[in-house]
């Protein structure tokens, strides 16, 4: 199986191939424009490996919580392409992505991985999420404890399990969502014809509008 996936809802915005449990990644750090730079950079990843979208069987995003702009991006990139070659579209959100890294920190037990997403003044995003990992596979199998939500992290952080890790921006163990591991769960899901971004409150145009 080969997907394509694009993470563009931080500041820095990632792309990954996945080949058959392979995944190949570039991170895009650059002055320019998620919607002038991701892309691009995504051909170029596939050239570098001897393949292109047409050959992709499926296509994912990062669907968000994040920037509103960057989340749109990604989410129409793997849209388009989806709708372009028939193929299907794997919705994949940032707070998985960061609780994903930690699976194999815990290995062998009920392990809980908050992951936090910074959106400034005390505000945030948040999720928790349990991996427990089958001794005779290796797999984990994940449990949604807390589902994706906007939050208040003081509040939040201070309702978790004790022996909770909390990873993500803000947070001790800071870190961007990736693309790498936006692929690897995109691998083990069902795709869609469409996605949607996972928009947790209401853009500040919004709420000047409603004011």
């Keep these: 199986m080969r997907i394509l996936a694009f993470e563009t809802t931080d500041a820095i915005a990632s792309v990954a191939l996945y080949d058959d449990g392979v995944v190949y990644e570039t991170t895009i750090d650059t002055d320019k424009r998620h919607a002038e730079s991701v892309?691009?950079?995504?051909?170029?990843?596939?050239?570098?490996?001897?393949?292109?979208?047409?050959?992709?069987?499926a296509f994912a995003a990062d669907v968000g919580p994040g920037s509103f702009t960057?989340?749109?991006?990604?989410?129409?990139?793997?849209?388009?392409?989806?709708?372009?070659?028939?193929?299907?579209?794997?919705?994949?959100?940032?707070?998985?992505?960061?609780?994903?890294?930690?699976?194999?920190?815990?290995?062998?037990?009920?392990?809980?991985?908050?992951?936090?997403?910074?959106?400034?003044?005390?505000?945030?995003?948040?999720?928790?999420?349990?991996?427990?990992?089958?001794?005779?596979?290796?797999?984990?199998?994940?449990?949604?404890?807390?589902?994706?939500?906007?939050?208040?992290?003081?509040?939040?952080?201070?309702?978790?399990?004790?022996?909770?890790?909390?990873?993500?921006?803000?947070?001790?163990?800071?870190m961007l969502p990736a693309a790498e591991c936006v692929a690897r769960i995109a691998s083990k899901r069902q795709g869609e014809q469409q996605i949607a971004p996972m928009y947790l409150k209401l853009s500040q145009a919004e709420r000047m509008w409603n004011a």
């Design 39 to 57: 892309l691009p950079a995504a051909e170029e990843l596939l050239r570098e490996h001897g393949c292109s979208t047409a050959d992709m069987d």
């Design 70 to 174: 960057g989340v749109r991006i990604g989410v129409c990139m793997a849209n388009a392409l989806g709708m372009a070659h028939q193929k299907p579209v794997v919705a994949v959100n940032a707070l998985e992505t960061l609780a994903y890294r930690f699976r194999d920190a815990i290995p062998y037990s009920d392990g809980i991985v908050c992951a936090l997403i910074d959106a400034r003044n005390g505000n945030g995003y948040g999720a928790v999420y349990q991996y427990i990992q089958n001794r005779e596979t290796s797999a984990f199998d994940v449990k949604i404890l807390k589902p994706p939500c906007a939050c208040i992290i003081k509040d939040f952080v201070a309702e978790l399990p004790k022996d909770c890790r909390v990873v993500g921006t803000g947070t001790d163990v800071p």
